[in-house]
């Protein structure tokens, strides 16, 4: 009985064994059969920035930034295709801005009316291949914040008054025109060029008020109104030279800089007294 017993196991096993062994090669050939899913076809954005960083100094007056990139195509290329339209879009940091309207009164121009919008740009500009109105929709304008009527500076504060719809619009396209005439709202809507059948070209102009920090570079591709693709960066504008040590000094020694700033302004007190004398003399 022992001896039947024993040959049953043995059996048992050596057909487990077949068993997982057929089962692994198996798998192993399914593994080997499936086919690999084929990459799916379509255009593709790669850009970049000329710079990504612009060193600021007591003599910056502005900067250029460059954009270019190519348009690729995964796959076999269709025959007939819809054009293809590229828009970049650079945004500053946000920050408070306040609109003012002033009314003639008793023969003198006063403030009769404010409003302040929260989290509005600083600076934006926005360069296109075509007229915004042509490449999109506005409604996916909106959707991606693209074109200085789509920026969102929904949150306003002040007088009580300038909380309706009407003069808020009316209040915000002010605000609009008046960072266009001083350059810091920007579009052009031929800003960007193509360079043959896939490379392009644009560029942008920040102007010398321009505040310090991180620009967001977005790049969009867009084809029969609808986003194909895009890419995004930044550039950092950051003090360098002897602003930015005077700037690293006023923050990090306060104590300091206030005593030396005032035995400054004594000792040039005291030269200017003392040249003076000696002209009256």
């Known amino acids: 009985m022992v ?10 096993a050596v057909f487990a064994m077949g068993a997982a062994a ?24 790669e850009a970049d920035v000329s710079m990504h960083a612009i ?16 348009v690729d195509y995964t796959g076999p290329l269709p025959e007939v295709s819809a054009p293809l339209d590229v828009v970049a879009v650079v945004e500053a940091p ?20 404010s409003v302040v919008f929260e989290h509005a740009p ?48 009316e209040f915000r396209s002010q605000a609009i025109a008046l960072g266009m005439r001083q350059k810091r709202y920007v579009r052009e809507d031929d800003g960007i060029n193509f360079v043959g059948a896939n490379l ?11 505040p310090l920090g991180q ?31 005077i700037y690293e000094f006023a923050h990090r020694q306060s104590l300091l800089y206030g005593i030396f700033t005032v035995v400054l302004a004594a000792a040039i007190g005291v030269l200017g007294s003392f040249l003076a004398g000696l002209r009256g003399r």
């Open 3 to 12: 001896v039947i017993a024993g040959v049953r196991l043995g059996l048992f």
């Open 22 to 45: 057929a089962l692994t090669g198996h798998a192993a050939f399914a593994k080997e059969s499936d086919p690999v899913p084929a990459a799916k076809p379509g255009y593709r954005l």
């Open 55 to 70: 060193p600021v100094d007591v003599r910056f007056s502005g900067a250029r930034v460059v954009i270019f990139g190519s």
């Open 94 to 113: 946000r920050s408070e801005l306040t609109v003012r309207r002033k009314s003639w009164m008793s023969g003198i121009w006063i403030n009769t009316k």
């Open 122 to 169: 600083t600076f934006y500009a926005v360069v296109a291949t075509r007229a915004l109105e042509i490449i999109a929709s506005k409604e996916v304008l909106l959707e991606n914040r693209i074109g200085l009527e789509q920026v969102p500076i929904a949150t306003v504060l002040g007088d009580p008054d300038a909380s309706k719809p009407g003069v808020t619009d």
């Open 200 to 210: 392009f070209r644009g560029q942008i102009d920040l102007p010398a008020s321009i």
């Open 215 to 245: 620009l967001s570079v977005n790049v969009y591709l867009f084809q029969s109104g609808k986003l194909v693709s895009r890419y995004d960066s930044k550039v950092n504008l950051q003090r360098e030279g002897v602003e930015n040590f």
